[in-house]
């Protein structure tokens, strides 16, 4: 996102645990910062020093460790890349059981320490409930071996869950234990395009009623990101048929047990849908290929490269109520145009798009530049409306160090101080990821 930018001169390459323990020792010994560093897609600024720290790579940590087909558990070394392992995993049946638009780069130690939340935790939760054990190396160098491949241990404090979205400041993850399910027999999926956001809430709740156990992704853009997505060669463009009036468009994915069960399900879905006495969606274009599947989840998925390459972007990733979703981007447009800095040499879009089912939005400002009048426009005045909803500032991409001043505007004073003695315990000299989550007291 090209917002940050340290004075690092050294990145090391470890390939073993014990490497990364011999390091994280020196590195304590001498009071040096570490940045643990994935595959770099993050969208907080957590993986970039933000001074001279070393850099901590996990990329040549890349293989899996054991796969028992059976149970469906995987161990892996930290730095896997998120698609190589579902490759590793499909000639056994299973899938991982979270998937995001950043695949292809991200790493499953970036996962986990992001706790990435992506396009399937509608269907198969977070990383929270399928992470079964990890691997980390601690600031002292200590390795803290808690990689069991148990589904059930009720031993006391479960440590590894604090590792889980820390993005780095406890601890390296070295290693993953985690529950992959088993691949669906039948994917499909369909882009519905809406006449009104009005219309998104009741759709789900009739989508969820008619689909129930095979809906696994409930996925909303609105108008200005297809645009954006098509504009950016991201997926194939619907007709100009299929968008005429569409204020936004949802995207449903199913995934069952038999084809023409889920196909019966969704044809039906689609007619209920289109015939209704008042229709809740204009039109809908259902997948008739694998490569037409792709195609529709490329829309989606493509967004966020499209916004990077329209200009720069100011992202809120943010949870609140699904019936607010519409105001919050059209309220954050408006306060923009009130300032005087909606046009083009200022904030070019405000768009919205995100996880329906998860009651995460994604709010994208893009600009021409990133300009000091514009961040102040913004904040605090979207952290504010997150706020008196009781809203999450991150929803899913974590605080890195974009976002440790907005902390308190999700967590209490009382969290906050003990999240400030958690991070002590395990970091006492301060090294690990230094500045990232936590503001420097
Ligand atoms: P990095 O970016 O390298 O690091 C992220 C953070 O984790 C940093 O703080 C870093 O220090 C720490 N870290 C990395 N590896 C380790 C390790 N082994 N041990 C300890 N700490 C470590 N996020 C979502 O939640 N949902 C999405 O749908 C989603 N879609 C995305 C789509 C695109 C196109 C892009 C670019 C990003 C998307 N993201 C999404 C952001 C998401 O957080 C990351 O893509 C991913 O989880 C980070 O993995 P990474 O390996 O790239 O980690
Ligand atoms: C997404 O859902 O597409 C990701 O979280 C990335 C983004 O917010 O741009
Ligand atoms: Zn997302």
Known sequence: MGRFRGRSTTVLKPKSTHQVSQIMKWCYDKRIGVVPQGGNTGLVGGSVPINDEVVLSLSNMNNVRSFDPISGILVADAGCILQSLTDYVAPYNHIMPIDLGAKGSCQIGGNVATNAGGLRLLRYGSLHGTVLGLEVVLPDGTILDQLTTLRKDNTGYDLKQLFIGAEGTLGVITGVSILTPPAPQASNNVILALPSFNNVLPLYQTVKRQLSEILSAFEFIDRTSYDLAVKHGQGRALSDDEVAGAE????????????????????????????????????????????????????????????????????????????????????????????????????????????????????????????????????????????????????????????THALHYSKSPVSIALMKKIKEIFDPRGIMNPGKVLEHD
């Open 248 to 403: 936004c468009f949802v995207l449903i994915e199913t995934s069952g047990g038999r084809r023409e069960h889920d196909e019966e399900k969704l044809s039906d879905l689609l007619g209920n849908l289109l015939e209704a006495d008042k229709p809740l969606v204009n039109t809908g274009v259902l997948a008739q290929s694998p490569a037409q599947f792709s195609s529709l989840w490329a829309l989606r998925e493509g967004v966020t490269e499209a916004v990077s390459k329209e200009g720069k972007a100011y992202k809120y990733d943010i949870s609140v109520p699904l019936s607010s979703f519409k105001d919050v981007v059209d309220g954050t447009r408006e306060h923009l145009r009130a300032k005087g800095l909606l046009h083009d040499k200022a904030v070019k879009h405000v768009l919205g798009y995100g996880h329906v089912g998860d009651g995460n939005l994604h709010l994208n400002i893009v600009a021409d530049a990133y300009l000091p009048e514009i961040q102040d426009a913004l904040e605090p005045y979207v952290y504010e409306v997150v706020a008196s909803h009781r809203g999450s500032v991150s929803a899913e991409h974590g605080i890195g160090a974009m976002k």
